[in-house]
């Protein structure tokens, strides 16, 4: 098995062997929109694992230690914290409805007991404080022991508090409100290097925040034509380098990505790099540029590559490369000569995203019919799964599946049109050092973990 | 005679085949044209990218509102009837129009 015998480095996708783990969330039929999982991310110790919500509430597991006296929940995740994040809005000004849909979460580093997260919906990001309480002091001098203050004129003697311990109570506090300054809608939000620093971006702009000012943002890139009429492009993803605090990316609904220096000058209109795959003028179709719009942008953890998602595969870029991608991976390729019914049912617009894993072996991405794909970048094989209750035994093995473009379908083949397209997998994240995975169908969160863990 | 016309058949057949095996993307472009026949030629163009800026619209003008509320004086205002979802003709809209948006009051099933 790849890796097993080094230290740190877990092996790729393929060598595995993937086990249900566990499932969150309701079995029902008739599924709430507000329960709909929006965004799903793991933080950097992979010991808390946060998704976020169209209701606009964010839900946080934590992993369990290891305990002798109960082996098998060694590693399960478990319900830490809950809250509601945003709030529906309407601004009632430019008659706007703004949903409480959280878009995106990113965690920060961790810097000291508490923990820091920052939560967008459409128009408001936030910064929330989970902090633990697992003591209180009992014996105040200016308080009851139900919390009525004491009139300080009563006190005749002093005595010193103690601390007894407690029932552990997570809290869920928002620390900064960063808002008013995107016009169009939030699509992404990443913490610099610096953990000093972040960006945000909607469809037209890129704004730069300082983690403890609110009133102030930078606008660092701006595309918003003079004219509206001659809109042709708009900003879909955008995230900060990994090691170098200076550098940012952001992916275009036309499948081109940008590289920006921020040091090269303070409005990064003029990118540094510009990525595009050369396309073949013959092969252009009415569905070209829709297809080829980069729902999502993501750096390795080593910042050598960058990953884009677009409708039908995912690419690998090296960023000293703007010719063309050094890997393109197909993810549903069979769908291309389903593009027409896709465009009617809006499916083609839909928004996938992709991850890497720890050490940047392999990529994984969703896909329709509760499937997602593995990419092993070593082995270059490739695998589909599906998160399905059906297969929800403890440890139970995950069988790949596979889909039948046409012709004669083979048994425990699914074919392309008995594919469901409203189990749409469109977040999955990975546990930045070991292989479980989290993976968002609809309503449900499924965990999956290697054999071997 | 006989004999040609089914050549000229089968060759128009067949290229239309060498076009779907090559390019299925066409055959579905085509499929469209065919559904939609005025659909605009720049698919991705503005008219696509400025609907999907526009998200969330509501209409809901609080000057039309105040202005409808002020020359009706003590009257009330005609509210939509209660099955009606659209606002159409002399109707202004008003804030019952607009649907109700309340916050989850209720605990994320996933933390059940």
């Known amino acids: 098995m790849a890796g097993a015998g080094g230290g740190g480095c877990p092996a790729g996708g393929n060598d595995l062997q993937w086990c249900f783990s566990q499932v969150k969330g309701a079995v029902d039929e008739d599924v709430a ?33 290891e305990n002798k006296s109960r082996p098998h929940s060694r590693g399960e995740y478990n319900v830490y914290s809950t809250f509601q994040s945003h709030e529906p809005e309407f601004d009632y000004l430019k008659s706007l409805e703004i949903e409480e849909k959280i878009n995106k979460i990113r965690w920060l580093p961790r810097q000291s007991a ?38 300080p004129s009563s006190v005749t003697a002093l005595r010193v508090p103690i601390l007894k311990p407690m029932d552990l109570m997570v809290e869920a506090n928002p620390r900064r409100i960063f808002a008013n300054a995107h016009t169009y809608h939030i699509n992404s939000i990443s913490v610099n290097s610096d953990h000093e620093t972040y960006l945000s971006a909607d469809d037209l702009r890129i704004n730069l925040w300082h983690l403890e000012i609110t009133d102030r943002s930078f606008n660092i890139v701006d595309i918003k034509p003079a004219n509206m009429e001659e809109l042709t492009e708009v900003i879909t993803a955008a995230e900060f380098h990994p090691h170098q605090c200076n550098v940012l990316v952001y992916s275009s609904s036309k499948g081109t990505i940008r590289l920006c220096d921020m040091r090269s000058s303070a409005l990064c209109d003029r990118h540094s790099k510009f990525f595009e795959e050369p396309e073949d003028p013959s092969s252009r179709s009415f569905f070209s540029e829709i297809i080829s719009s980069v729902s999502d942008v993501k750096f390795s953890h080593s910042g050598r590559y960058m990953m884009t998602r677009d409708y039908l595969s995912v690419k690998v870029w090296d960023l000293n490369m703007e010719s063309r991608p050094v890997e393109t991976h197909q993810v549903h390729e069979y769908l291309r000569s389903k593009l027409c019914s896709l465009y009617e049912n809006d499916c083609i617009f839909d928004k996938f995203e992709c991850c890497w894993n720890g050490c940047d072996s392999a990529i994984m991405t969703g896909s329709y019919n509760n499937f997602f794909r593995m990419f092993d970048r070593t082995t270059w094989r490739d695998v589909t799964l599906e ?18 473009a046409g012709g004669k379908r083979k048994k425990d083949e699914v074919s392309v049109d008995s594919l469901d397209f409203s189990k749409k997998i469109l977040h999955t994240a990975w546990h930045p050092a070991e292989n479980i995975i989290a993976v968002a169908a609809t309503n449900n969160l499924y965990i999956f973990q290697d054999k071997a863990n | 005679m006989s004999a040609e016309v089914p050549e000229a058949a089968s060759a128009e057949e067949q290229k239309e085949m060498e076009d779907k095996v090559t390019s299925p993307e066409k055959a579905e472009e085509a499929k469209l044209k065919a559904r939609y026949p005025h659909l605009g030629q720049k698919p991705g163009g503005s008219d696509f990218l400025r609907k999907r800026l526009q998200k969330g619209q509501k209409y809901f003008d609080s000057g039309d509102y105040n202005m409808a509320k002020a020359k009706m004086k003590n009257k009330q205002l005609p509210t939509a009837a209660p099955d009606k979802t659209e606002v159409t003709g002399d109707h202004i809209p008003t804030p019952q129009d607009l649907p109700q948006r309340k916050p989850s009051l209720v605990t994320s099933k996933l933390a059940g």
Do not use: Y
């Open chain 1, 33 to 65: 929109e507000a329960d709909v999982i929006s965004t799903v991310e793991f933080s950097h110790s992979g010991d808390l694992l946060a998704t976020g919500d169209k209701g606009g509430r964010v839900v946080i597991f934590q992993r369990e230690q």
């Open chain 1, 387 to 404: 998160a399905s209750r059906e297969n929800s035994k403890p440890r139970a093995s995950l069988k790949p599946r596979r889909v039948c």
């Open chain 1, 114 to 151: 508490a923990r820091f997260l920052l939560s967008t919906n459409d128009k408001t990001i936030k910064l929330w404080k989970i902090s633990e309480r697992d003591k209180r002091a009992e014996g105040c001098n200016l308080q009851d022991e139900d919390g009525r203050l004491r009139d």
